[in-house]
């Protein structure tokens, strides 16, 4: 029976993954996770009895534990999700990426070309190993230039992002060294369930619900180009099954908006959707905070050389997607309240303490 390991599947982009996955090509998977605090088994509990669905705790950066689960499982491709991905916790505690995102990378890249290099020719050469990464690697654009595009240099400006840049440089060295199929996505910022509330759309829609301030960083005009989760996983499943070993595909949206943009849409979208018992809008929570170090102005995403090359393009808007997620966290308060944890609230003491609030942008 054939199947593929996926790394991160408990995390947001990696668990929509899995369990679409699961849903629509009838393939088993092995989903290997440490469950740091972005890792939740509650994400999986549609499939927990699923016979498809294999789950393993353990650590990438344990190279014999890989090379075990690789012999064990046998699978035809590895989809690389697990990485710390939060920008804010990687400038208060920038190891945890350094150790997860480079040296766990390389640990199951070692795994991943010993068990590649003694399979069967016909195996070895139908093999893949897909690395999962971000836009961020490019660095920041400013208002008038083009996007990104799969040839822009990398120009990676926070410890996040200068770490998955070292993570893709090393997938790159195993293909061209060691002709290993890899493949790489660079995807824009996604959004949608079981997103952590650390992130800033799930972290405005949460707040607003509690009465809480949505805290917007400096003059909230920074751009990013927002994907539907759900959008990615189709991207990364047409990489995966017809995209050429040793090239790279940008995945993102077309959807470019300033951070206050996606404040002002998810109040609104809240307001109908779930309106507050004085008749006030969300709006007036919004509060203006001390800006993040270093903070990259615009992503953007030239996503033609997939849709050229492999049909993908994505298929909700901006207004689809964003509905969807806010119902989703309407629906899902139980999920809510269990990611909202001690840690989670020690994490919100730690970023959001030192930052004044104001009426308008410092
Ligand atoms: P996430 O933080 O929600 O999930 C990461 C998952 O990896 C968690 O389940 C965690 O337990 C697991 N993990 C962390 N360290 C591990 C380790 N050492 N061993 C095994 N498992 C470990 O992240 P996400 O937002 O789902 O992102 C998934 C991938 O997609 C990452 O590689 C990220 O760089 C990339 N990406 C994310 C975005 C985005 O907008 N979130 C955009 C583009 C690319
Ligand atoms: P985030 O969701 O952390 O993703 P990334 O930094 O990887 O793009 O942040 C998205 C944007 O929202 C980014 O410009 C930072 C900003 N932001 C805020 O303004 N306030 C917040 O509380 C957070 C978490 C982010």
Redesign the pocket.
């Known amino acids: 029976m054939q199947m593929i390991l996926v790394?991160?599947g408990?995390?947001?982009?990696?668990s929509n993954f899995v369990l679409d996955w699961i849903a629509g090509q009838g393939e088993a998977v092995v989903n290997?996770?440490?469950?740091?605090y972005?890792?939740n088994l509650n994400n999986l509990t549609s499939i927990r009895q699923n016979p498809l669905h294999h789950f393993v705790q353990?650590?990438?950066?344990d190279t014999e534990k890989m090379a075990a689960l690789l012999a064990q499982y046998q699978p035809r491709a590895i989809v690389h999700?697990?990485?710390?991905?939060?920008v804010d916790r990687s400038i208060l505690g920038p190891g945890a990426f350094i150790t997860?995102n480079i040296n766990?990378t390389f640990s199951l890249l070692e795994a991943s070309r010993a068990y590649w290099s003694a399979l069967p020719s016909d195996e070895k050469a139908a093999f893949r190993f897909l690395q999962?990464?971000?836009d961020e690697v490019y660095g920041t654009l400013s208002a008038d230039d083009p996007a990104f595009s799969e040839t822009t240099p990398f120009a990676p400006n926070s410890p996040y992002a200068a770490s998955?840049a070292a993570a893709d440089h090393l997938v790159r060295a195993y293909h061209h060294t060691y002709g290993m199929p890899t493949l790489t996505t660079n995807?824009?910022?996604?959004y949608g369930p079981f997103h952590?509330p650390e992130k800033l759309i799930p972290l405005v829609i949460t707040n607003a619900l509690a009465g809480k301030p949505l805290p917007i960083y400096g003059d909230g005009q920074q751009v990013r180009d927002w994907l539907f989760v759900n959008d990615h996983g189709a991207a990364i499943r047409e990489v995966l099954a017809a995209g050429t070993p040793g090239e790279t595909y940008n995945i993102g949206g077309w959807n470019e908006k300033t951070n206050l943009d996606v404040v002002h849409t998810l109040c609104a979208l809240l307001d109908e959707l779930k309106p507050k018992a004085d008749g006030s809008s969300y709006q007036t929570q919004i509060t203006y905070v001390k800006d993040r170090p270093g903070h990259d102005r615009r992503y953007a995403i030239d996503a033609r050389k997939i849709e050229r090359e492999l049909g993908w393009k994505p298929r909700e808007t901006f207004e689809t997607g964003m509905r969807k997620t806010v119902q989703w966290y309407l629906g899902h308060q139980e999920w809510i309240a269990d990611v909202q944890s001690g840690d989670y609230l020690k994490w919100v003491e730690q970023n959001y303490a030192g930052r004044t609030a104001a009426t308008e942008p410092q």
Request: net charge negative.
């Open positions: 790394t991160g408990a995390g947001f982009i990696g290997v996770d440490k469950l740091t972005a890792g353990a650590d990438i950066c999700f697990a990485a710390e991905s939060h997860t766990g999962v990464s971000t998955k995807c824009s910022n996604n952590f």
